[in-house]
């Protein structure tokens, strides 16, 4: 299948069902990253935060939120439906949060995600590193824990 073109867009509260349906997609129930609706409409109404959406032929294929405070940002989800993996989805999504961050004159990007995500590598290879752990910090659907490990970009 031929890759097609990544394009971004900026998302609102009136996304929160793409925002919904993608983390369920992405999100294995197993490990408890994924946000509950009213969290996810919760975080988008504060000041500062920043909702992408990355579409393939206009069918959302994953979407980054991102929150600004002062000099520092946050990447606070990123999640691809498994039908766009490794198709140049997350790649674009987090490139343009490092774009619009270092524009911003954002000093430093931060990141949690969970030890053992596949998606380490791909923040490893755009320059972060991991500076924390989170004991447990994720709790599963059976009530099994997992650790966050918290990693830093400086722009």
């Known amino acids: 299948m031929a890759t097609r073109t990544v394009t971004l867009r900026t998302g609102d509260t009136r996304d929160v ?13 197993r490990f ?29 294929a994953g979407f980054a939120l991102v929150r600004t405070v002062a000099d520092e940002a946050e990447l606070l989800l990123l999640a691809v439906a498994p039908p766009y993996r490794r198709r140049g989805v997350a790649g674009a999504l987090l490139r343009a949060v490092i774009a619009e961050a270092g524009g911003a004159g954002i000093a430093d990007l931060h990141l949690e995600v969970r030890a053992g995500n596949e ?14 752990e ?6 599963g659907r059976n009530g099994e824990t997992f650790d966050a490990h918290t990693y830093r970009r400086a722009l």
């Not at 409409?41 to 000041?47: D, E, N, R, V």
């Open 17 to 29: 069902a793409t925002v919904d349906a993608l983390m369920t997609a992405a999100f294995d129930p």
């Open 32 to 60: 408890g990253e994924a946000w509950t609706r009213s969290q996810c409409l919760g975080a988008m109404a504060m000041p500062g935060v920043r909702l992408t959406i990355a579409q393939i032929d206009d069918v959302p």
């Open 119 to 132: 998606a380490v590598r791909l923040y490893e290879q755009n320059g972060f590193a991991k500076v924390g």
């Open 134 to 139: 989170r004991r447990g910090y994720y709790r």
